[in-house]
């Protein structure tokens, strides 16, 4: 059955008004041709031409119309496709980020912030692959903190982590910058607390010598250290 020709005039007149988001969604060539065929569609009711004309007229309208809604719905996938691509790429990103965080937290020393036992384990292990790999040379401080045990008896174990926690600070400032705790690159120093007040430093690139200097500068450092716990 065909339209009115006020109908058809309608149409087109709704499709100019929302031109801009008609090509976005279709195209600039289908949107012309879809417009050209219901003008000429009603055009022809309007002059009142032949009934095989009318026909002619309504089957390229029909062909047209189905050629736009296969575009539309084609676009309509593809924006549905790419909007649930984007979601899964989101949540993946959140994932990821959310395993990233969580594996840091479980090789964190909750206290000093700097690798806990498993963390020394688990990226020692790097390291100590990586140094005999490359043929360089690894040294390794173990730092146990004197006289630790009567600050907790004699101040809390509140305080004595304010005090654990300043040592770690003060370790990762002395060895090659702030990013010791956790550098991602194997040939990185790292640090940890291997429990209680004692800690482990790795140092690659480092000889016995250059070990020796670093653990008297952090011994030193520690000596002369004025820890606030008021």
């Known amino acids: 059955v065909l339209p009115e020709i006020t109908n058809i005039l309608e149409i087109v007149q709704k499709i100019r008004d929302r031109a801009s988001d008609v090509i976005q969604l279709i195209g600039q ?27 002619d007229i309504q089957e390229l309208v029909v062909i047209q119309i189905k050629n736009v809604l296969a575009l539309i719905v084609t676009a309509e996938r593809k924006n549905k ?28 020393d909750v206290i000093t912030k700097l690798y806990n036992q498993r963390g020394l384990e688990k990226e020692g ?4 692959e990586y140094c005999r790999d490359e043929n360089i040379p690894l040294s390794c401080l173990f730092i146990d903190i004197d006289y630790f045990k009567p600050i907790n008896d004699t101040y809390s174990h509140d305080i004595g982590n304010i005090v654990l926690k300043r040592l770690g600070e003060i370790i990762t400032s002395e060895i090659r910058g702030a990013d010791i705790a956790f550098a991602q690159d194997p040939g990185k120093p790292i640090a940890g607390r291997a429990g209680g007040e004692e800690f482990v430093v790795l140092l690659p690139f480092t ?4 070990a020796a200097v670093a653990a008297e500068r952090i011994r030193k450092r520690i000596q002369h250290e004025h820890i606030n716990i008021v």
């Open 125 to 128: 292990r790097k390291v100590f």
């Open 29 to 55: 060539q289908p949107y012309e041709c879809f417009l050209r065929s219901l003008e000429i569609y009603g055009n022809t009711l309007e002059r009142g031409y032949v009934e095989a004309a009318i026909a």
């Open 207 to 210: 000889d016995l010598e250059e």
């Open 81 to 108: 496709a790419q909007r649930i691509a984007d979601a899964v790429h989101r949540k993946n990103r959140q994932l990821k980020e959310m395993n990233r965080v969580l594996d840091r937290e479980n090789k964190t």
